[in-house]
């Protein structure tokens, strides 16, 4: 086996994202689609304490405090008296039924986001999968959610289980032995504790590792949860070079992305690369294994490699982009009308939300931007608002509900803002000039969202095929691509032009 066949593939393969990234996108928006849960159980609490007068008693009781908190560095004993006052005013809002609302929908929340964590990960190993095999990865992709997601669920569990096993074995090992050695010698005891550390290192590393590849046996020889792991170390034992040029590659790769997005974090733009290479790195990583064991297992079978230079393909691919959006935007503005609303809604109830504590709680945009360097905010408003438009678009897969929440929430953020803003006109002229760009982008973010799960509904229903489905991920990439672009030039207005240019005038 040459592993340049599997690097080659993976290469091949990536150079043409459109049919394995939208997968992975969609993985990037389960956190989105889980948290509808938190903010509903939110809601539920809001409206129980507004039914049961708690909250207005709160709103009154802290009408007649100061509810902004000296600075406790400053003024220690100031701040303690502030803390004893406010306290009172906030225990209306506490009570055990707000309490089993929040809790519950907590938990509902990670028992959510862990099943479409399995769902999301069988959707990308079955679509590099069908992609090294030379069919189309997104309905490859498609299908293998619906095959394989409950293996993927029993390997998290199963890891999850044996993680838990391991640590329980320290920890015991630690009562047993360093509580009778401590009544010898601290030191000893300490000694002997510390030895255990490394065997217990290698443990969750051998499960890791096998763990790693065990997905790839569900999706390539259709195995089940065990039938994986033993092809998994089959795979290791028969061809350990392949197996250690992953995961040397996986661990080196892992380590390099974090010191530089860590080191360029210092200049402003990490954020930018960390997005960048979110994306990216996850499915080279998943290619590569897949690619490495579809060769053990003789089904490699890659797309041909383009020889068009890389500038060229990605000055290519902005440019489909931004014809995507535009089209995108002309054929669907019913979707966009019901996205605008979602966001109007938002503003709305921001702002009559933060109406009692205008005056008592301020917010000022001017101390916000004041003394921030141009490139480096730019960098980070590029990569935040892209990283949220990106999220709304793919959270929508799940019946549109997470993209309609995502508007509304982003909508509520800035009513509240603008509500406690102490001087309205200058925030207004701060938002104008990048607003006009970055607004819509993120509404036209929404409506993808909503796309996407009208699209999904309707292949439940059998109204449309996979294929159809497949095709409509594929334009939301695209589409994506092209917010990018918009995103990218609302960026920089809002680094170099917002702040400032308004000055003289208000």
């Excluded at 795979?235 to 040397?248: E, K, L, Q």
């Excluded at 080196?252 to 960048?276: D, E, F, M, R």
Aim: net charge neutral.
């Amino acid at each position: 086996m040459r592993l340049s066949a599997a690097t080659g593939a993976v290469v091949a393969t990536l150079r043409r994202p459109a049919d394995v990234l939208p997968f992975y996108l969609l993985g990037a928006a389960v956190p989105a689609i889980a948290r509808v849960l938190t903010f509903l159980g939110l809601a539920v609490a809001y409206l129980y304490l507004e039914a049961t007068g708690r909250l207005a008693t709160a709103r009154a009781e802290l009408a007649a405090v100061d509810a902004t908190p000296p600075d406790p560095e400053a003024e220690p004993a100031a701040f303690a008296e502030w803390s004893e006052a406010i306290a009172p005013a906030l225990d209306p809002l506490f009570s055990p039924v707000v309490a089993v609302i929040l809790v519950g929908s907590v938990l509902a929340t990670v028992l959510v986001a862990a099943v479409l964590s399995a769902v999301v990960s069988a959707g990308e190993l079955a679509a590099c999968d069908g992609r090294l095999r030379g069919g189309r990865g997104l309905t490859a992709g498609i299908v293998g959610v619906r095959r394989y997601w409950p293996r993927f669920l029993g390997l998290a569990v199963l890891e999850l289980a044996l993680w838990i096993a391991a640590t329980a074995a320290l920890v015991a090992l630690v009562a047993v032995v360093f509580v009778p050695l401590s009544l010898l010698s601290g030191s000893v005891a300490l000694f002997v504790v510390l030895l255990a550390v490394p065997p217990w290192l290698a443990l969750v590393a051998v499960v890791r590792a096998l763990f790693a590849l065990a997905p790839v046996a569900v999706v390539v020889d259709d195995a089940g949860v065990l039938a994986s792991l033993r092809e998994a170390v089959r795979f290791v034992r028969r061809r350990p070079v392949a197996a250690g040029f992953y995961y040397a590659v996986a661990l080196g790769s892992t380590l390099a992305v974090a010191t530089l997005a860590s080191t360029l974090a210092v200049l402003g733009v990490g954020i930018v690369i960390s997005l960048a290479l979110s994306i990216a790195l996850p499915p080279a990583l998943d290619l590569l294994k897949t690619a490495l064991y579809a060769d053990y297992r003789d089904v490699l079978s890659p797309p041909e490699p383009t020889a068009e230079p890389v500038r060229r393909q990605f000055v290519g691919g902005l440019r489909r982009g931004v014809r995507e959006l535009l089209a995108f935007v002309r054929e669907t503005p019913g979707t966009h009308l019901v996205a605008v609303a979602s966001m109007v809604a938002g503003l709305a109830t921001g702002w009559i939300v933060a109406d009692p504590l205008a005056g008592a709680v301020d917010a000022s945009i001017a101390a916000r931007i004041d003394g921030q360097i141009p490139p480096r905010a730019a960098f980070e408003y590029f990569g935040n608002n892209w990283a949220v438009a990106l999220v709304t678009a793919y959270s929508g897969v799940a019946l549109a509900v997470p993209a309609i929440a995502s508007l509304w929430f982003n909508g509520l953020f800035v009513g509240a803002l603008a509500r406690l803003e102490v001087d309205l006109r200058a925030l207004l002229a701060f938002i104008a000039p990048h607003g006009v760009v970055e607004l819509p982008a993120i509404v036209v973010s929404g409506a993808v969202g909503i796309f996407l799960g009208v699209a999904w509904w309707r292949t439940l229903r059998g109204r449309a095929t996979r294929a159809a489905f497949a095709d409509a991920l594929e334009r939301a990439f695209w589409v994506c691509v092209g917010l990018g672009v918009a995103l990218a030039l609302a960026a920089v207005i809002e680094g170099f032009v917002s702040p400032y240019y308004w000055r003289p005038f208000v």
